[in-house]
C-alpha cells in the first residue's frame, strides 16, 4: 500500500493496484503517522510549515491556504473514489461549483438543469450572472432540448443527476458525447448518488462536484464540497486557482470529519439504497400516495437510464399524497422517525416538503415530500409511514 507521504495527486499508485471502492474508502490519503505510529488521522492545526535552511519546502506544506495535510489527504482519497487524477476541497458544495463556474470567462455560457439544485441556480443567477456569465436552464431529459439550448459561446453543461426532488436520471454518457463533440466541458453534480453509486468520469463527464454535507459527510455535522477532475488541466488549474487564492478552504477539523466519514461510505449506501427501495415498493402500493418518485421504481420515468449508470439507486425518494400543501405538511407533521429538516445524506431519515423551500422558479407539486431515507430498521421507517398515512 503506498502511503501518503508518497505525495502527489491523484494517487494512481491505489487504483493500479486494483483496490476495491471498500478497500480504498479506508486506505486512501491514509498512512501511520510516523512520527507517533497513531493508526488514527491526525489532525494538524498549524497554519504553516517549516522551510527548510536552503528555504524551499521539501515535504510541499509552505501556508495552510495553500496546501494543508489534513486536505491533501482528504483530496488524494476522494480522487481516487472518483477515478479522478486530482481533487479540491472547498467550505461549501456551492463554494466548490463557484469555483468551477470562476474557470470560465465572462460571456461564456452554461446550460444547467431547470430542476436543479436552488444553490446552484442562486451561485448562478446571483453571482456569475453580473460577472457576465450567460446561462440556460434546460430540462435535460430531452436531448434536442439541450442540443437547442447550445450556443457559440456555450462551454459547460451541467448535470445534476437523479435530479431535486423528483429522481429524473440523465443519460450522462449520452450528453457527453454531444457536448464533446461540440467542444463542451461537461460537469456533474454528484451529490445525490455518490461515488458509491455512481462514477460520472468513468462515464466521460470532466469534473465531478460534491456537496459532501450529505453523503461523504454522512452524518449532517460537516459542511463542505469538493470538486474531482478526470485529468489535472486548465480548467482545474483554474478550480485550483480559485481554491487557494480565493479561500474558501475546507478548515482541519472538517477535512479530519470526512476522512472519518468515506470508510463507512460504501457501507452506509448500500442501506440507504436498501432502505430508501423499499419504503418506495411500500408506498406504490398505497391508496393515499398518488405518485411515487425513485429511479429504483420499473415505472419510474428514467429508471432504464438509472439501470444503465448506477450501481443502485440511491436513498432519495418523494412521494405525493392528496390534498395539495395542507395534507403534506400534516402527514410531514405525524411522522415520528422522520425529522422535518431540508439537507439529506445522514443515518437519520428527514422529510421535506419540498415547494414551500424551493425557490420560485420551481414547479413542484405542493402535495410532494422528499425523504432522506437513513439507516434505522425499514421495518420501523415503514411502520411509522403506515401510521402517519393512516392517521390522515
Ligand atoms: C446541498 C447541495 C449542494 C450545495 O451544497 P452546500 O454544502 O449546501 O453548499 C449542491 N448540489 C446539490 C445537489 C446539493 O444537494
Keep these: 500500500m503506498r502511503t501518503r507521504s508518497d505525495g502527489g495527486e491523484g494517487g494512481k499508485g491505489v487504483e493500479a493496484a486494483g483496490l476495491r471502492l471498500e478497500t480504498l474508502a479506508i486506505h486512501a490519503g491514509r498512512a501511520i503517522d510516523e512520527g507517533t505510529g497513531a493508526v488514527a488521522l491526525p489532525i494538524h492545526l498549524s497554519t504553516t510549515f517549516e522551510r527548510d535552511v536552503d528555504g524551499s519546502y521539501p515535504r510541499r506544506f509552505m501556508y495552510g491556504r495553500n496546501r494543508h495535510p489534513g486536505r491533501a489527504a482528504l483530496e488524494e482519497a476522494v480522487a481516487l473514489l472518483d477515478g479522478g487524477a486530482a481533487a479540491a476541497a472547498f467550505s461549501s458544495g456551492v463554494a466548490a461549483a463557484g469555483a468551477i463556474f470562476q474557470g470560465l470567462q465572462p460571456g461564456d455560457h452554461v446550460v444547467a438543469p431547470a430542476q436543479g439544485y436552488y444553490?446552484?441556480?442562486?451561485?448562478?443567477?446571483?453571482?456569475?450572472?453580473?460577472?457576465?456569465?450567460?446561462?440556460?436552464?434546460?430540462e435535460f431529459t430531452s436531448l434536442d432540448a439541450l442540443r437547442a439550448s447550445l450556443t457559440p459561446q456555450t462551454r459547460l453543461v451541467w448535470i445534476e443527476t437523479p435530479s431535486n426532488p423528483m429522481l429524473r436520471c440523465v443519460d450522462i454518457a449520452a450528453v457527453t458525447e454531444l457536448a464533446h463533440a461540440r467542444g463542451i466541458r461537461v460537469v456533474v453534480d454528484n451529490t445525490f448518488a455518490s461515488p458509491v453509486v455512481q462514477q460520472p468520469l468513468r462515464l466521460g463527464c470532466d469534473m465531478v462536484t460534491y456537496s459532501t454535507t450529505k453523503y461523504l459527510g454522512g452524518h449532517s455535522d460537516v459542511l463542505g464540497g469538493v470538486v474531482v477532475s478526470r485529468e489535472n488541466d486548465d480548467h482545474f488549474e483554474a478550480v485550483r486557482a480559485a481554491q487557494v487564492y480565493g479561500g474558501g478552504v475546507l478548515s482541519p477539523f472538517d477535512c479530519w470529519l470526512l476522512m472519518r466519514s468515506l470508510p463507512t461510505l460504501p457501507h452506509r449506501m448500500r442501506v440507504h439504497c436498501a432502505n430508501a427501495q423499499r419504503l418506495a415498493e411500500y408506498l406504490v402500493g398505497h391508496p393515499r400516495v398518488t405518485a411515487v418518485h425513485y429511479p429504483g421504481l420499473p415505472g419510474h420515468a428514467t429508471h432504464h437510464v438509472a439501470r444503465a449508470q448506477m450501481r443502485g439507486f440511491g436513498g432519495m425518494l418523494s412521494f405525493e399524497v392528496e390534498g395539495g400543501m395542507k395534507a403534506a405538511m400534516a402527514l410531514a407533521a405525524r411522522l415520528q422517525l422522520f425529522t422535518r429538516a431540508t439537507s439529506f445524506g445522514g443515518v437519520e431519515s428527514l422529510v421535506e416538503h419540498h415547494a414551500s423551500i424551493a425557490g420560485p422558479r420551481s414547479t413542484v407539486p405542493q402535495g410532494l415530500l422528499r425523504l432522506s431515507v437513513g439507516l434505522e430498521h425499514p421495518d420501523d421507517l415503514v411502520a411509522d409511514l403506515e401510521q402517519a398515512l393512516v392517521a390522515g
Excluded: H, Y
Excluded at 444553490?119 to 434546460?138: E, H, M, P
Design 119 to 138: 444553490g446552484t441556480v442562486n451561485v448562478l443567477d446571483r453571482i456569475f450572472a453580473k460577472w457576465g456569465l450567460q446561462r440556460s436552464f434546460v
